[in-house]
């Protein structure tokens, strides 16, 4: 039973490390003119979300749609995310 309990835990300590770290890529990546910043926004709030933080990531697509008002597909994603 204690074996399990002390995996569990770090397997959910393994994978909050692995998005932390896609997160953490995705800024980079995007700061370095890699990827535009609507495309980087909805896949980094896609990684927000999966984090837990879904008000950042509701955060950061508002901006990005302000950014390029024309993207629809950033405007369906915020849609899909204040629905939930």
């Given at each position: 039973m204690?074996?399990?309990?002390?995996?569990?835990i770090m397997a959910l300590f393994a994978g909050?490390?692995?998005?932390?770290g896609i997160v953490?890529?995705?800024?980079?990546w995007r700061g370095s003119g890699n990827l535009s910043m609507p495309t980087g926004a909805i896949a980094e709030a896609e990684v927000l979300v999966a984090?837990?933080?879904k008000?950042?990531?509701i955060a950061l697509l508002e901006g990005a749609l302000r950014a390029n008002?024309?993207?629809?597909?950033?405007?369906?994603?915020l849609?899909?995310?204040k629905r939930d």
């Open positions: 204690k074996e399990t309990m002390i995996l569990a909050v490390s692995i998005l932390v953490l890529f995705l800024r980079r984090c837990g933080r008000a950042e990531a008002p024309a993207r629809r597909d950033i405007a369906h994603k849609r899909e995310l």
